[in-house]
């Protein structure tokens, strides 16, 4: 339960919610209180009563019994809606800042924790983890709150009428707490492995239909379908195994009510009659001592059907002890997992809010990087400098490091050794936020969001409120604008999930004028013009380069024609330089570039 102090700022934050919930409880259990009294006290009066001579009489005296009963029960039924309006409500706002104070925190986690974290377990912690903890926040203390002053208030009225009865009438109640707890147990594990095989499921099946081309294709169709009939054998086995044990739950509940209730009768039946109660007590149980006698004629068949009353209003509150002992216990796992996140501090944080006006410097001196996750070293000394207006073309295969170069000059990871120069400032040094504000970055993976076209566009933007004119020019610039004009609804044409609707050519474009429309100081171009035509990518390369002069640039591409424009190029090969220079110098060298140039001249 420790890991569930955490949320003691927000009881804080909310206690008048609290405490008024504590208010509303007590006075509502009052009324449900006096109601068993009330009618104590009714039966006790009719059976000693003379004065019904009539049918009218009979009448008057039922609708003030029943009127009275009424109100005791609308002051009840009232005070627990306000019971539950407080405590309810209270775990509801808990839940809206604990999600909101969990999805703020992943904003400002660097990307080296989104690497060693899957994105489906940050989903669940954000989403199921929450959720059980507002069951801990909401039912756990409510029910809590209740049992205890229902407890209180009960049990001193039955000491009230009788010590002895009330000690045999509430000795069930115990065993029922246990049995429910151990049923909760059972109900919690065979719950767990149900929401895990319906996960399997549900991921058996997302993917089919995701993949549903490449199954066809590969005529799988028939291992898919065992695959997911013999998931769906196991979810339903286990399904029933949970329906058994729910089966057993309120048949229990009923069964222990019973026996008490049976206790309440019994016994209260046998101290209603002077002299009786001994003998019949020593006949009933044996064992009990001879010396022990029950006290006899001090209870009123009133006083029996108050016991009644009691005992069944008792039931649910001891028959939640063992569901609330389960909600704490899922609460206090699902938060500390949630603790363990939010204890996460980020390894790269802003500096420093000061000003920064990027004047087109990057310097690397020296820089050497591995990747925490794998301790693969992806750069190794390596060191260049570019200046305003110039682009720099990074060239080389697979692993050789060149996303990794363009991941630290936008500081998403920090170098082991070595420097990174913004304006001759370390770049651990200056305003990340300012130098972001001014770059403009079009990844490998293109992402675009179930969102509009123009939204998408306009994403960059902190200002959203941007003229079509914008977006047309911007879209222009990066040849797709003939490609958007198709659309019926053009710029407002709603994307799929992660721009399913366009091609992989037309997603990269857009990519590009998102990064463009921002007006970008530093533009960087990620492999992004991979799945584009050499004829479309020659039309962007020279509209880009109209623009060049005032900005810096960076790509990255594995097509020596994306880049052959470039003032400089940088050949790597396992995170170093192996050649550097302009196309025509390294062409002249007739080494690596030279025979990267060759090959895809010939494939082409």
């Not at 996303?403 to 370390?426: A, F, K, P, W």
């Amino acid at each position: 339960m420790k890991s569930l102090q955490y949320l003691n700022k927000y009881f804080v934050k909310y206690k008048w919610h609290f405490l008024l919930g504590i208010l509303f409880t007590i006075i509502s259990n009052y009324f449900g209180v006096r109601m068993p009294l009330y009618v104590k006290s009714t039966v006790d009066n009719l059976m000693g009563t003379t004065s019904i001579n009539s049918v009218n009489d009979a009448l008057l005296l039922s609708l003030q019994i029943g009127g009275i009963y009424i109100l005791l029960s609308i002051g009840k039924g009232f005070f627990l809606f306000l019971m539950r309006q407080t405590i309810i409500v209270m775990s509801r706002l808990i839940e809206f800042d604990l999600k909101n104070e969990i999805y703020v925190h992943y904003q400002k986690l660097d990307l080296a924790f989104f690497k060693r974290n899957s994105t489906g377990d940050l989903m669940n912690r954000i989403s199921e983890d929450v959720s059980q903890v507002r069951m801990y926040l909401g039912p756990g203390i409510m029910y809590t709150i209740n049992l205890i002053v229902l407890f209180a208030m009960i049990v001193t009225q039955m000491v009230k009428i009788s010590p002895v009865l009330t000690f045999f009438v509430l000795l069930p109640l115990p065993i029922m707490s246990f049995l429910i707890y151990w049923v909760s147990s059972k109900m919690n594990l065979l719950s767990t492995q149900v929401q895990q095989e319906q996960s399997r499921l549900s991921t058996i099946a997302q993917e089919t239909f995701a993949g549903i081309r490449v199954i066809k294709a590969y005529n799988r169709d028939q291992e898919i379908y065992d695959k997911f009939e013999t998931s769906a054998n196991e979810y339903k086995s286990r399904s029933m195994k949970l329906v058994l044990v729910n089966a057993l739950f309120m048949p229990t509940i009923i069964f222990l009510i019973g026996i008490s209730t049976l206790v309440a009768i019994y016994l209260g039946g046998l101290m209603t009659y002077p002299g009786a109660i001994t003998l019949s007590l020593i006949d009933t149980f044996p064992n009990v001592s001879k010396d022990f006698k029950l006290p006899s004629g001090e209870i009123t068949p009133g006083d029996i059907v108050a016991f009644i009353f009691f005992v069944n209003n008792l039931t649910w509150p001891f028959a939640s002890i063992g569901w609330v002992t389960s909600i704490n216990q899922r609460a206090a796992a699902s938060q500390k997992r949630i603790n363990e996140f939010l204890q996460t501090e980020p390894e790269i944080t802003n500096p420093t809010t000061g000003e920064l006006s990027f004047d087109g410097r990057i310097e690397f001196k020296n820089v050497t990087f591995t990747y925490p996750n794998t301790g693969i070293m992806a750069i190794e000394n390596l060191s260049f400098k570019i200046n305003k207006g110039d682009t720099l073309a990074i060239v080389g295969k697979t692993g050789s490091g060149k996303s990794t170069i363009l991941n630290l000059v936008m500081r998403q990871y920090d170098c082991d050794s070595g420097e990174i120069l913004v304006n001759g400032i370390n770049i651990k040094k200056i305003n990340l936020d300012a130098f972001r504000e001014q770059s403009g970055v079009v990844p490998q993976d293109v992402f675009l969001f179930s969102d509009s076209i123009a939204n998408n566009l306009k994403f960059g933007l902190k200002n959203d409120k941007v003229d079509t004119e914008v977006l047309i020019e911007a879209t222009k610039k990066t040849h797709v604008y003939h490609n958007i004009k198709e659309f019926p609804d053009q710029f407002e044409t709603l994307l799929g999930e992660r721009g399913v609707n366009l091609s992989g050519g037309q997603k990269q474009r857009v990519s590009i004028a998102r990064a463009l429309i921002r007006d970008p100081k530093f533009l960087l171009l990620d492999d992004c013009l991979s799945a584009v035509d050499t004829e479309t990518e020659e039309i962007i390369l020279r509209n880009l380069n109209e623009d060049a002069k005032n900005r810096t640039t960076i790509i990255v591409s594995h097509r020596i024609s994306t880049i052959r424009n470039a003032n400089h190029i940088l050949v790597l090969e396992n995170g170093r330089i192996v050649e550097s220079g302009t196309h025509q110098t390294l062409m002249e060298l007739n080494k690596e570039y030279a025979e990267m140039y060759h090959k895809q001249l010939t494939e082409n």
